[in-house]
C-alpha cells in the first residue's frame, strides 16, 4: 500500500515491444509488452539519487555512461552495447543492478506497480494511442486512489521516445487526467514529463523493474525453469514491494492485464494470486 501524507514521482518504463497483429518473429522476441511504475517520495529520491551517484563513481561511470537492463542480455550474446560495457563482466553488471536496487528498497516509500499486455495471444488490436493510453490510465488511476485522502502530489516521469510516439502519449495522458474517468486526478500532475534516462536515476530503476518482471514472466510462461536471475531479482527486491492491500489479489492492483478482460488474467492470476496467499 502506497504511503500517505507525501509528494512523490512515479518513475515509468517500458519492457518488450508492442505491434498491432505482430509476426510470429515479433513475438517470440518480444511476447509481453509491460509497462513498470516505480513510486518514490520525493525525499527519498533525493537520498536515492545521492547515493546513485555514488554507485555509479565506484563502478566507474563517466557522465555520459549508463547501465541498462537489456545490457546484461547483450553481454550474455557477446554483443555489448558500448565499449564501457564489453569491459565489464556478467558478474559485476549483476552486482550494480542488485546495488541499485538494494538502495531503492531501503526506501520507506517505494512501490512497484506493472501493466501487461500479452502479445502471444494476438489480441493485439489496438493501435500504439490506445496502448499507450491504456497502460498509463489504469497507473493513473491507482495512484490517485491511493492518494486522494491527502494532500500528496504524484508527478510521472517517463524515457524519451521518438518525437511521435512522446506527443501522442502527453497528449492523452493530458486529456483524460484532465477530463477525468470514474476518478478525479486531483492529485497527480495533469500528464506526464520527460526526461532523458541518462541523466535519471529513477527512469534507471523502472528500466531495471520493467526487465526484471519481463524476465520473470518468461521464465513462468514461455520458458519455465529458465531466466533465473530476473526471478530471483524479481522474489528479492520486487515481490515485497509490490502494490498491494492486506489480502486483495495482486492482479488488478499491483499487475494489471491491459486489456483487462483479456484471457491473460487468468494467467497473470495463476502466478501472482497464488503468489501472494503464499505470502501472507
Request: hydrophobic share 35%; charged share 25%; glycine share 6%.
Amino acid at each position: 500500500m502506497i504511503s500517505r501524507e507525501m509528494n512523490c514521482f512515479v518513475f515509468t518504463d517500458e519492457a518488450g515491444a508492442y505491434k498491432r497483429n505482430p509476426s510470429n518473429a515479433h513475438i517470440k522476441s518480444h511476447p509481453f509488452y509491460i509497462r513498470s511504475n516505480v513510486l518514490m517520495s520525493i525525499d527519498d529520491y533525493r537520498k536515492y539519487q545521492i547515493e546513485m551517484l555514488q554507485i555509479r563513481e565506484e563502478y566507474g561511470l563517466a557522465l555520459n555512461d549508463e547501465i541498462k537492463w537489456s545490457d546484461i542480455g547483450r553481454k550474455a550474446r557477446n554483443n555489448p552495447r558500448n565499449d564501457f560495457i564489453a569491459k565489464m563482466s556478467i558478474e559485476k553488471l549483476g552486482e550494480y543492478y542488485r546495488k541499485s536496487l538494494e538502495k531503492a528498497i531501503d526506501k520507506e516509500s517505494i512501490c512497484f506497480m506493472f501493466t501487461v499486455t500479452n502479445l502471444m495471444d494476438r489480441q493485439c488490436w489496438w493501435g500504439n494511442e490506445s496502448i499507450y493510453k491504456g497502460h498509463l490510465q489504469d497507473a493513473f488511476q491507482r495512484i490517485q486512489m491511493d492518494m486522494r485522502s491527502d494532500n500528496g502530489f504524484a508527478v510521472f516521469v517517463m524515457d524519451e521516445m521518438n518525437d511521435a510516439a512522446i506527443k501522442q502519449i502527453k497528449a492523452v495522458c493530458y486529456e483524460f487526467s484532465v477530463n477525468g474517468d470514474f476518478v478525479k486526478y486531483n492529485n497527480l500532475y495533469h500528464g506526464v514529463l520527460v526526461e532523458n534516462s541518462l541523466y535519471s536515476p529513477g527512469i534507471q530503476l523502472a528500466d531495471y523493474a520493467a526487465g526484471i518482471l519481463n524476465g520473470y514472466l518468461k521464465g513462468k510462461i514461455v520458458s519455465p525453469g529458465k531466466y533465473h536471475f530476473a526471478t530471483n531479482l524479481y522474489e528479492e527486491f520486487i515481490k515485497p514491494h509490490l502494490r498491494r492491500k492486506c489480502n486483495r489479489p495482486i492482479v488488478g492492483y499491483g499487475v494489471i492485464s491491459i486489456p483487462c478482460r483479456s484471457q491473460f488474467r487468468s494467467k497473470l492470476e495463476a502466478i501472482f494470486n497464488l503468489d501472494n496467499r503464499a505470502t501472507n
